[in-house]
């Protein structure tokens, strides 16, 4: 796996990722490369300078290098089950972000963007009709995908149903339902799960949810992406806890 970019880049070596080799591209900016440089050679990883066209055959499709790419393993996907039980043991309340089938690579890594930054414990996705974690994710997410547990599972109402049973109250998002989300309480151990950019929520999915919230819209779009409305919604949460 390639990641592209100077952030993605950047991330990875502050997580301590494995990385076999970095390559940049020659004239590349000295002080911009500098951090990435030291960084490097305490892990011991070779930084090869190449010509940028060498960069371009190995850039895949609809991505921008930026003059940078670490070839690098596959970020490895968490086990929720795993991360549930350490958030309780650290006395934490849990919060966990559910996405139904969300296959654009910019919102996973804009959704993961925000779970970093509002203290979400784990994103959970689908194996099938969904996007993996991908180098388009990582360079979206601006390295964020490095900080955030991923877990994967084949079948996520039934991942529903064992939240629910440890302990977590699922919520779900919907256009159509009654209640917004700025009245729920959002201060407990929260399972939020986010439906697909156009479908919005799956139907058993839906049902499974212990409560259903909106977002109040005040235009004459019904609804937003799924990367803004995850972060209209987190947000709420964190401004719920910090006033308990």
């Known amino acids: 796996m390639n990641l592209y970019g100077k952030n993605p880049v950047l991330e990875a070596l502050r997580a301590k990722r494995p990385i076999n080799k970095i390559l940049v591209a020659k004239g590349f900016n000295k002080g911009m490369l500098r951090e990435i440089t030291n960084l490097a050679k305490e892990q011991k990883i070779i930084i090869q300078f190449?010509?940028?066209?060498?960069?371009?055959?190995l850039c895949e499709k609809h991505e921008l290098h930026q003059g940078i790419i670490a070839q690098t393993a596959p970020k490895e996907y968490a086990d929720w089950e795993d991360v549930l039980n350490k958030v309780k043991e650290k006395g934490e309340t849990p919060l966990f972000l559910l996405l139904d089938e969300v296959k654009d690579p910019q919102n996973l890594g804009a959704v993961l963007r925000t779970a970093d930054a509002t203290g979400v414990h784990c994103v959970v996705i689908p194996k099938h009709r969904a996007v993996p974690l991908t180098s388009g994710v990582s360079k979206a997410s601006a390295g964020a995908v490095e900080y955030v547990p991923v877990a994967r599972v084949t079948n996520l109402a039934n991942t529903i149903d064992k939240l629910k049973e440890m302990g977590c109250w699922v919520i779900g998002t919907d256009v159509k339902a009654g209640l917004e989300h700025f009245d729920m309480d959002l201060t407990g151990p929260v399972a939020l799960v986010m439906g697909s950019e156009d479908k919005g929520l799956r139907k058993l999915v839906k049902?499974?949810?212990?409560?259903?919230?909106?977002?109040?819209?005040k235009g004459r779009v019904n609804s937003l992406n799924v990367s803004a409305a995850a972060s209209v919604v987190l947000y709420e949460i964190i401004r719920q806890r910090r006033n308990m």
């Open 50 to 57: 190449v010509d940028k066209k060498q960069l371009d055959l």
């Open 207 to 217: 049902e499974k949810c212990d409560q259903l919230v909106k977002i109040p819209m």
